[in-house]
């Protein structure tokens, strides 16, 4: 499965962005997706994840109520929604495919197979 993200882009604090995820195949219904983010000098982390069917979905503490993922299957593209925009949340955005086996795992990297190649997210004060 290749997977092509955007949507990114520079907005001011406080503003939204709503960032998309393309799959190449039909088989991306059966994976759970997941948006990864790396800011400068940070290492990367998990910012959202949800299951192959949309039923189950996890956050980061950072991003709770302020962020919201979902997926269309039928489109084979994943989204997330990310309102109220922090400078902290500046980074480039990713998007894995791949079979956590629960909550603990979205986290995990290496639980994702696939990448897509990431979209520059930039929020000024």
């Known amino acids: 499965v290749q997977l092509q993200a955007s949507g990114g882009g520079l907005v001011q604090a406080g503003h939204s962005l709503r960032l998309s995820c393309a799959a190449s195949?039909?088989?991306?219904?059966?994976?759970?997706i997941a948006w990864f983010r790396r800011a400068p000098g940070k290492e990367r982390e998990v910012v959202a994840a949800v299951n192959w069917s949309g039923s189950s979905t996890y956050y980061a503490d950072s991003v709770k109520g302020r962020f919201t993922i979902s997926r269309d299957n039928a489109k084979m593209t994943a989204y997330l929604q990310m309102n109220s925009l922090k400078p902290e949340d500046t980074g480039v955005y990713y998007c894995a495919a791949g079979a956590p086996r629960g909550p603990l795992d979205y986290g995990l990297g290496s639980r994702y197979d696939y990448w897509g190649q990431g979209t520059l997210v930039t929020v000024s004060s």
């Open positions: 195949k039909d088989t991306f219904s059966t994976y759970s």
